[in-house]
């Protein structure tokens, strides 16, 4: 072979020998990128330090020493050393955090510049790994690309849209919904789906009887319904009420022979029915019954499973969205056994339902004391979630003790958003500690003793604590 066949071979060849494989190269790129960004942290940090902003610049040496274990400057700030038996820094006794210093006045101003800098380094860092995150995809290397981009949403920019596109994020009436979230409802739209709507039931019924009419009855294998609504109308009411009580068992991992006992649901259309109702058929005690003839559009007796819905001036969206409510009140007080079960835990869980099988949270037991107007303003779902981000950022979020002790008219709105999304976090995360509170509350605790024990004498701080940090991922 001559001279130049050689060099022209080894032209042919040299792209090939160069072309390294790209997720093998991955974690070199991921290194030099996570050193630029930690050293951002540390410049940050150190702009902290100056402003005596203490509390500021702990949290950047911390996120620094997490990016680039090993940064120096950050393992020192954070106060450890290195243990190289251990083949790593370790915490010591000067491993904790310094306290701000200044007056208010100045820690005020300080912190907000602070904050304006954390926003210019949170740009620079997004921008360091989006650009391994597009390399990553344009390599195929899809899952490590998602790990980027779900790193920028936690910790840069929650709201960065070309990240929330790469994760699954979907725009629902012009909100970001999560893909956990998308999946969650299209499971209860399809539950939904599935469920059978019973079949009419044709004797007469005992409430028939008190009225002297005729209702349209629908009876399932666990609801018997009733009321002076079109029977496809009481179809897919049937359906609601089953379908929420299979998502129940299915969310609490119970057998499909618990809670067995069958709920009566009853509907009226206009006012006036209702209040014949009440006066003829409620077996309800005529002081209640003026009562509910004056501001309640409806009722649930806990110890005959039974609920009364008036849509009255509502629309037909909020009756549907009471049947699924008003089920799982029935349901809960089947498994705790009370009729009076705290109202957090009724209305978080009753929302949670909700949410998940109609994407709606419409109805409100009682008129709030706390507010002139509607019970507690409009409920949305699709704006939980940040209105939950924006408490926790603000450090406005009520804390788990005050939403446990409130009465059903004191549950603001901030304090039904934490109820549902503590009731989101137990079923999803603390399964079993759930469930051994309400057994606790079943058997007659307090709801403090009953919880803190469920949760292995946890605290009502610290299982606050487990909340925020479950909030602050979602």
């Known amino acids: 072979m001559t001279l ?32 630029r960004v930690a050293q951002r942290h540390v410049a ?99 899952e490590e690309a998602k790990g980027i981009w779900t790193r920028i949403l936690r910790d840069y920019d929650p709201t960065y849209e070309r990240a929330l596109r790469a994760t ?49 009855k629908r009876k399932s294998a666990h609801c018997f319904l009733e009321g002076n609504r079109s029977d496809e109308e009481m179809q897919e009411l049937t359906r609601i009420c089953e379908a929420t009580r299979a998502m129940y068992l299915e969310s609490f991992h119970l057998d499909d022979k618990a809670l067995r006992r069958t709920i009566h649901g009853i509907f009226f259309v206009e006012h006036p029915q209702y209040v014949e109702f009440l006066e003829r058929g409620s077996k309800l005690p005529a002081n209640e019954i003026e009562d509910y003839k004056r501001s309640v559009n409806g009722y649930v007796a806990f110890g005959r499973m039974e609920f009364v819905n008036c849509q009255d001036k509502t629309t037909w969206e909020t009756v549907k969205d009471d049947a699924s409510h008003m089920t799982t009140h029935l349901l809960l007080a089947q498994q705790t056994g009370l009729g009076d079960n705290p109202p957090w835990l009724q209305e978080g869980l009753a929302y949670w339902f909700t949410e998940r099988m109609l994407q709606t ?80 509350l079943k058997a007659k605790m307090k709801q403090e003793e009953a919880m803190t024990q469920a949760f292995g004498g946890k605290s009502l701080v610290e299982i606050d604590a487990l909340w925020q940090a479950y909030a602050k991922e979602r």
């Not at 970001?176 to 209860?188: F, H, K, M, T, Y």
């Open 361 to 440: 949270a419409l109805t409100k037991c009682i008129r709030s004391e706390t507010s002139t107007g509607d019970t507690r303003g409009k409920l949305d779902p699709l704006d939980w979630r940040k209105q939950i981000a924006d408490d926790l950022a603000a450090g406005t979020a009520p804390p788990l003790r005050e939403v446990m002790f409130s009465q059903m008219t004191t549950l603001s709105i901030p304090k039904v958003v934490k109820a549902w999304s503590v009731v989101d976090f137990f079923l999803t995360r603390q399964l079993d500690p759930f469930v051994a509170f309400l057994g606790n």
């Open 4 to 35: 130049t066949t050689w060099a022209l071979a080894a032209a042919l060849l040299a792209p090939l020998q160069a072309k390294k494989d790209p997720k093998a190269e991955f974690p070199t790129r991921w290194a030099a990128v996570a050193k």
């Open 44 to 142: 940050l940090a150190r702009k902290c330090t100056e402003k005596k902003v203490h509390e500021m610049a702990w949290e950047e040496f911390q996120r620094a020493a997490a990016l680039d274990p090993s940064n120096v400057d950050a393992q020192l700030a954070l106060g450890r050393k290195l243990d190289k038996e251990k083949g790593g820094w370790v915490d010591t006794s000067a491993t904790k955090p310094k306290k701000n210093e200044g007056t208010p006045a100045e820690l005020k101003v300080r912190m907000k510049e602070c904050a304006d800098e954390r926003l210019a380094m949170a740009a620079k860092a997004i921008g360091d790994l989006e650009t391994l995150a597009d390399w990553a995809s344009a390599n195929q290397l899809t």
């Open 168 to 216: 699954g994020w979907q725009l629902v009436d012009g909100r970001w919904v999560s893909p956990e979230d998308l999946a969650r409802r299209s499971a209860g739209k399809q539950k939904l789906a599935d469920t059978g709507d019973g079949e009419v039931a044709k004797d007469p019924s005992a409430l028939e009887r008190a009225l002297g009419s005729t209702l349209s």
